[in-house]
């Protein structure tokens, strides 16, 4: 996993994929030394170029396995649960942004999300995003069918959250991301087959990530114009008709629009299937530095339409709830610059 004083640019020189592209060492092709010295085929070139593609996606020096942070962990929300630490955060931010005097127009955020656990093992990982209306005070809101409604400090507010995942991720949580010799590199050879998909909220997520313990990052909330959170709302829509279905590494389905993962359903709001990369998915690219990926595009493409109306820090802006055994724990897993603890 990156470090996070690098989780930017190393997002900013790799290009989006699937939440994952490997479950088995064994599909890499180990070199030995006598071996590389000999007369190479073209079939044993071909070998040479699979082990360096290996070497470069699961090499224990990368950036995605770097050392953990010495980062100090807020213990003062120990005893807060997980779910009602993000809601804590995500409000008092929004309402630093709304201020103190009368919201005369509707407003509108975002805020993305990413979970991984210690290895960042991709079936562990998961990149997702909430999308929020603040209403206008003194106004009778006008809610749109289908999202959460609620009040906070007299505000009232509608929220809904793009989490893709096999339908009954929360019951068979076995994710299958690759399966199949050489399947990392030639999406062909992965047996992994698409299933039925569904966008999971925001509470049954953060049940997911708590489940196994894992570390849960998100950035912002950021300030959205209309049109952005419309589009939110369409592709929302789009994934709850039951037309499109899930499958971690969706090389071989976006074209004909069959099947996407998480990361695609969050990324590229005003394209289905974004594309890019080598391999058409790009390496590394899930759980932190997947969701960090998104918000590269995002500062690109819709901020330069006018839509994301707040400046983007990838890596100051991160912020991360960490699982701790008990109160003040050492040694904890700590992917952020700045964390808050919890537990079961």
């Known amino acids: 996993m990156n470090s996070t004083k690098n989780v930017a640019k190393y997002a900013a020189i790799r290009v989006p994929i699937s939440i ?14 006598s ?8 079939q044993f070139r071909l070998a040479a170029r699979l082990a360096a593609i290996c070497t470069l996606l699961f090499s224990p020096g990368l950036p995605a396995q ?24 995500i409000r008092t931010k929004v309402a630093a942004r709304l201020g103190k005097g009368n919201n005369t127009q509707d407003r509108y955020f975002i805020v993305p999300f990413a979970y991984q656990n210690k290895r960042n093992s991709p079936a562990f990982s998961h990149s997702f995003l909430s999308v929020i209306r603040v209403f206008a005070d003194n106004k009778q809101p006008r809610y749109t069918p289908g999202l959460r409604q609620g009040q906070v400090r007299n505000r009232n507010f509608e929220a809904f959250t793009i989490s893709w995942l ?17 399947s990392r590199v030639v999406p062909t050879l992965n047996k992994c087959r698409t299933v039925p998909g569904r966008s999971f909220t925001l509470p049954d997520t953060l049940k997911l990530a708590l489940s196994v313990k894992n570390a ?13 959170f419309d589009l939110g709302v369409k592709r929302k829509r789009l994934l709850d008709r039951g037309t499109i279905r899930y499958i971690a590494d969706d090389r071989l389905y976006r074209k ?3 099947a996407i993962n998480c990361f695609h359903a969050m990324a590229g709001l005003e394209e289905l299937y974004p594309n890019g990369g080598f391999l058409g998915t790009g390496f590394r690219m899930w759980g932190i530095n997947g969701t960090a990926r998104v918000l590269i595009e995002y500062t690109k493409a819709v901020r330069a339409k006018g839509l994301l109306l707040e400046p983007v820090d990838i890596k100051k802006d991160l912020y991360g709830f960490v699982y701790a055994p008990a109160r003040n724990s050492q040694g904890i897993y700590n992917p952020f610059p700045n964390a808050s603890a919890y537990h079961d």
């Open 35 to 42: 071996a590389a010295q000999r007369k190479t085929s073209p």
């Open 256 to 258: 004909d629009r069959a």
């Open 20 to 33: 994952g592209l490997a479950n088995k060492e064994s599909d890499c092709l180990v070199l030995t030394h």
């Open 166 to 182: 096999p339908h009954d991720f929360d019951k068979n949580p076995n994710l299958c991301v690759f399966d199949g010799f050489g």
């Open 216 to 228: 849960v990052g998100m950035w912002g909330p950021y300030e959205i114009k209309k049109a952005a």
């Open 66 to 89: 770097a050392a953990l942070l010495k980062a100090e962990v807020n213990f003062s929300n120990y005893d807060v649960p997980l779910f009602d630490q993000v809601v804590n955060r």
